[in-house]
Structures are given as structure tokens and as C-alpha cells.
């Protein structure tokens, strides 16, 4: 038998181990890019595809063409991304190989985080108050929000923009901008939920389920989870209490779910108390710590992907054990002991907690002596990561340089062709919810200058600038920007522009993968104010700041330039 893992990541190592203890055969195809599982042993083959991140069709072409000269038994979708495309393909790749994934009305359920919640009050099961923010609704944010923290959740984690997989995150908002910021930036793509915060700890039931029945599951209890949300670093097993083993039942049934799921609760354990927060529809980050709590579910989803089910025992036994991702981990007792006072005391608690490692109760994620390559790559990949979030400074330093020796050139260039003509002039920034989209809008409305345009690089489009530039746009500058919508930086807009101008040394590295690095100019040197920053997320005093240096800047470039 022989199974592909649709993108490669720390779950599909796991998942390439477990297969290859039972004599399956297991290659790895990429969705995104490398990973720790690609230097495993247990992976006879990496297929590299291109990445459905830079372009979903271009992925999609490479994908069925490889399942059409390889012949598989199986392809699982190891991440949300991948079920994503397994739905998006569904017809073409079920006529090549079959898809461990539930029906298509199942998952247009669980992967929507509304159509959950709704689902889950319908059947009794207890969910944070919500409030959904759709497109159009971003101002009516205030009247809707009222309690602080609170959570932001897309509908949808993975979906596809721009011929591009986009991937949203859930985020805290301790105020009201924080909430407005993210809903005006993502709600035009993928509505947003906000939802009160649940205090306590977090929970996983991870099971696998046949046309929903459950046939087996365990349960997990987060010890060391970050405080703005993400997955837990520190976990324990367990067998599952009844009341989440009955909610869980309820929402499977309901949806008639079938293959490996998580659905994740957040309360008190010990007074029973639970909220449902979501379901997923793949295997899960703490994987290593099912296998490890003696639950087989790879092996069990291929048995069950061809009806042979005797692989799952009849009455299960859940091994205690602990399990710490280490590299994580330790980021998060670093944050704690910079974040908060008792730094001794949480550091003799942390190495107290050791100690199960020592009696053999407690396990190390991805760390495998007869496998130990995946395990000392993720370390390596820690220190390009460090250095990749370095390198922009570099680049930022590189181009500075380059640009400085260049700008007087550049400068004279750019008003030989503002006085001869009325050039195209397309404005860059990073979003084009800021900068670049206040610079043409001052232009047209100050100088009734129609040719201009702007754009930006980042990947998702159709995003509303926020609303604390926006009003300070208004009041300071009487420009209106409510109706603008982000644009993507295309060879289209590439080839449309003249003149290139550019906020700050960061878009002039972006702009140097279209070859025109050399060729853009920065808006601040038309006024000598320098690069222009970035204002998303800052303070009302520093977007006023930039906006003064951009309307100044365009101004400088526009005085007896033209004819």
C-alpha cells in the first residue's frame, strides 16, 4: 500500500512514522514548502509542487498531473490548506485516488466556525457569545462589541483569493480599534467572528469517526498555551470526561462526520463547565502525543479509508503521558519570565515539571532516536527563521545605501518626466491600505491628477484602509478613503506606470523582484523627509505624522513641475 501526505509539515512526519511502523509505503507532497518531515526516513519520497500560496492554479495543475503518473491508494490532507485544496479538487483527484476527507455538506459545516457554532447551540452544546462582522457592517463595530478582551476568529482559516491560498489567524482585541483594525483588513474577504473570552483551560478531543459514530477518542488538556491564542506548547492525555465525550457525540452525529477531526472546547475542568471553540477537520499539531498515549489514528484513518476497522480496539485504553514541543516551549517560558513578576518562582516550577521526563511519564515532540534527522533540522530551521527576521534590516541597510547613491539621478529623471508629460504614477506601499492609497487620493483631489494609481504587495486584496487613518485622512486632510479597496501589485499595474514611487528602503526590496528596484523612487525624497513608515497599528500621532510627510512629499513633486 502506499500513501501521499498532502503538504508537508510537522504533522505529516508524525503521520509518515506511524504508517511506516505498519509497512506502508509513504511519500510527502508539498502544498506550501519544505519541512522537518521531508529528511525522515519513514518518507520515501518528496514532491516538490509549486507553492498553492504564490499560485492556487499553477499547484493545482502540478498536483493532478503527478496523481495521474503515481499511483497512490490513499491521499490524506494533512492541514486546513490542504483540505482546502482536496475540496477545491475534489472531482478531478477522487477520480484519481481516494481522499481521507468527509463529504463536502460535512465539512461545509465544520470548517465554517458560524455554521459550527450555530450547529452546536441547536444541539445544547454551550458557545462563547459571538458576533459576526461581515462585509459592509466594519463600522457598525462599536455598537456591536462591548466587553474587552475578546477574540477575533475568520469564518474560515484557509481560503482561496487572488488564485492564492490566504491563511487568516484568530487574534485578541483589548480595545476597539484593535477590533476595527482587524475587521476592516479581513472581513471583505472572510467575515469575522468576535467572540468572548472563555477564561480556563483548553481542551482537545481528538477522535475518528465513521459516518457519524465515533470509534475512538481521547482527550487532551493544554498545561502551557500562549495568552493571545495558538496551540498549546505543554499537553496532557486523558481519557475523554463524559460531558465532552458528549458533546463531541452530538456534533459528529449531526454532521454525519467521517475521518480524523479535533473539536476543541476551553472551560473548567473541574466543575465540568465547557464551550465548544471549534472543529478541524485534518489531524492536529499534538499528534505525537496521541501516538504516544498509545492511539494509533493514522493507521486507524487508512483502515477505515477501506472499510477494515478491526485495527481500533473495541475498548479503548488512554496511556497518561505528557508531551512538550521543546522548541515552543521554551518560547513560551521565555515570554514569562520577560512578561511578569516571580521569575524564579515560574522558572524552579517549569524545571520542576522535568521531572516526568525523567521517570519516562513525559515525551519530547518529533524526537525519535531511530529517526533523529527531522528532529535536529527543526532546530536548524529555528536559526534561518531567526536570521530570515533579521535580513530585512540588512535589506533595508543594502537598499538605503543603493538608493542614497542613486536618488539625485532618480530625482531628476523623475522631473524630466513630470514636466514633459503627465505621466502614469503608481504609488507603492506594503498593504495599499495606507500610505500609497492616501498619496493618490491627495494627488487626484489637490492637483485633479487622474493618472495615478496605487497598489501594494500584500497578498490579500479588496481590504478597507483603517478606520483611525481614515479619520484623521478626513478631519486633517478632507480626503475620503472610505470607499477605497486594496490592490495587488500585478504586472498589468507594472507595465501601466511610468513612475514608480515608493514609501519606504522594505518596498523598494519588494519592488527589486519586479526589476524595478533600481528604477522607483521614494516619495519623502521629493520633500527630504526620508523613508515613510509603515503607520498600521500605530498611535493617531504617528499616522497624523506620516500622512503630514506624504501630503508635504506630494506637494514638493507637484510645484512647478508641471508644464
Known sequence: MKVALL?????ALSIARSLRNKGIAVDVLHLTGPSIADWSHCVDRVVRLPSATDDMAAHADALLR??????????????????????HLRKEISGLVTIAMSDEATLAISSDKLATARLAE???????????IASGEEDRVGDLVTTYPCYL????????????LVRFSVRRADNLMDVKRYCYSTANSNPVIVQQQILGKGAGVYLIAEHGKVLAMACQYRLHEPQKGGPGSYRVSAPVPEQLAEYTRRLIAAVGYHGVAMVEFKGDPVAQRWHLMEINNRFWGSLPLTLSSGLDMPYWLVQLSFDKKTAIPAHLQVLPMRQRDLKRDL????????????????????????KYLAKGEEKIDYLDWRDPLPFLVDWVFLLKRLRRK?????????????????????LATARIKLKSARPNILFVCYGNICRSPFAEWYLKDRYHYQNVKSAGVHPVTNRLSPPELQEVANTRFDIDLSEHRSTLLDDELVSWADMVIAMNYNNLADLKCRNLGGAAVLLGSFADVGPIRDPYGKSTSIIEDVLNKIALSVDKMMADQLP
Do not use: F
Not at 503538504?7 to 504533522?11: E, G, L, M
Not at 441547536?122 to 459576526?132: E, I
Not at 518560547?331 to 522535568?354: E, K, Q, V
Open 390 to 410: 533579521t535580513r530585512p534590516r540588512v535589506e533595508r541597510l543594502v537598499h538605503g545605501l543603493s538608493y542614497r547613491r542613486k536618488k539625485h539621478a532618480l
Open 122 to 132: 441547536s444541539l445544547g452544546v454551550p458557545v462563547p457569545n459571538g458576533q459576526l
Open 66 to 87: 503527478h496523481l495521474q503518473q503515481t499511483l497512490y491508494d490513499l491521499l490524506i490532507p494533512v492541514s486546513d490548506a490542504a483540505v482546502v485544496v482536496c475540496r
Open 7 to 11: 503538504d508537508s509539515n510537522h504533522v
Open 153 to 164: 476568529k475568520p469564518s474560515r482559516s484557509v481560503v482561496v483569493l487572488n488564485n492564492r
Open 331 to 354: 518560547g513560551w517560558l521565555t515570554l514569562r519570565l520577560i512578561s511578569g513578576p516571580a521569575r524564579l518562582s515560574r522558572l524552579l516550577n517549569y524545571m520542576g515539571d522535568l
